[in-house]
């Protein structure tokens, strides 16, 4: 029988609080070093040494301003604000690594599809081939008045405008320039051959993109494609486009996380995929010591210094309640 593989990564995000509200008052984190690379460059040569695949970078365009009517509590407990750019941290981190992955979460709300295909292109021959994107279409109403519309646009609505984004980055980057376009030849003084560099003359609903791309081929062409979506049309998105989804279901029910792999495989399949296609990451937070006892007794320890408001602020964003 063939073994599997497990794929490991690890879940962060570039700012103070992310998903263990509190625990950055604690005098043993370095959450609060979040500004700094030094910390960052530590984390990717930590998780290369341990063997993961890629370290996954979460990302809001907006506050969570549901809880008692405000963002009070959420900036009060630095619960994702401050937030940086993921984008940034990258480079970095890629040059003081061979072989980890770093995917990062964009919306498609937040950049034109040419800004951010020149963007994901040039961290894509950066990392010599390493960048995965996080496809999402945002959930907090801030986002959308943040970036220009009436409030976010409606759920489906965020869907089609993701639909056609990909579409606008898949012409960019896989039919623009030809793979033997480039020729670097130096005695002719002749850089690309103008004959293989196309425009795409895309012309939508949401977005109008004439092209050339600007960036030659980088070694994926189209990077890495995460989804997370739970949504019936988010799992018809990720069918389509994902090759890695990451799922939130609860462990304690692990039929919960076998009905979302098996319903998003079934529709692949209907895609004209194989359903074996897409890898799925299950989100986990262990507590690990050198006893179960030490385990436990840090898992209360935790556990006491969380914020419930933090946590209550996030999840009501989150949730919309």
């Known amino acids: 029988m063939p073994q599997k593989r497990i794929h490991l990564n690890a879940f962060s995000m570039n700012c103070v609080s992310h998903i263990q509200h509190g625990l950055w008052t604690r005098p043993d984190t370095r959450q609060l070093e ?15 040494k341990g063997g993961f695949d890629a370290l996954f970078l979460a990302d809001v365009i907006g506050t969570y301003d549901n809880y008692r009517g405000s963002a009070e509590t959420s900036i009060a407990e630095a619960m994702q604000i401050p937030v940086n750019d993921p984008m940034m941290l990258i480079p970095a981190m890629a040059h003081a690594t061979e072989h980890l992955g770093f995917a990062f979460t964009s919306s498609v709300l937040q950049a034109l599809p040419f800004t951010f295909a020149r963007q994901a292109s040039t961290l894509d021959h950066l990392t010599q081939g390493r960048l995965a ?42 039919g623009s320039w030809e793979d033997d376009a480039v020729l670097s030849d130096t005695a002719r003084g002749i850089y690309a051959d103008p004959a293989k560099i196309h425009p795409i003359n895309h012309s939508g609903k949401y977005y109008q ?18 989804q997370a979506g739970s949504s019936d049309r988010g799992r018809e998105f990720a069918a389509k486009h994902a090759e890695c989804v990451f799922i939130y279901a609860s462990l304690r029910n692990l039929r919960d996380t076998t009905s ?3 319903d998003i495989r079934a529709r692949a399949v209907r895609q004209g995929r194989q359903g074996e296609d897409i890898l799925f990451f299950q989100g986990v937070t262990p507590v690990v010591g050198g006893t179960e006892a030490e385990a436990k007794a840090k898992e209360a320890e935790y556990i006491e210094q969380g914020s419930v408001e933090g946590g209550i602020a996030h999840m009501s964003g989150t949730i919309g309640v």
């Open 260 to 262: 979302i792999i098996e």
């Open 209 to 226: 993109v004439a092209g050339p791309h600007l960036c030659e081929p980088s070694p994926q062409r189209t990077p890495l494609l995460f």
């Open 133 to 174: 994107w996080n496809v999402v279409t945002s959930y907090l109403p801030n986002a959308g008045t943040n970036l220009g519309y009436d409030g976010l646009p409606p759920h489906d609505e965020r869907y089609a405008r993701a639909e056609e984004y990909l579409d606008v980055t898949y012409k960019l980057w896989e």
């Open 34 to 48: 979040f500004n700094r690379l030094e910390p960052w460059i530590e984390l990717a040569q930590l998780l290369e």
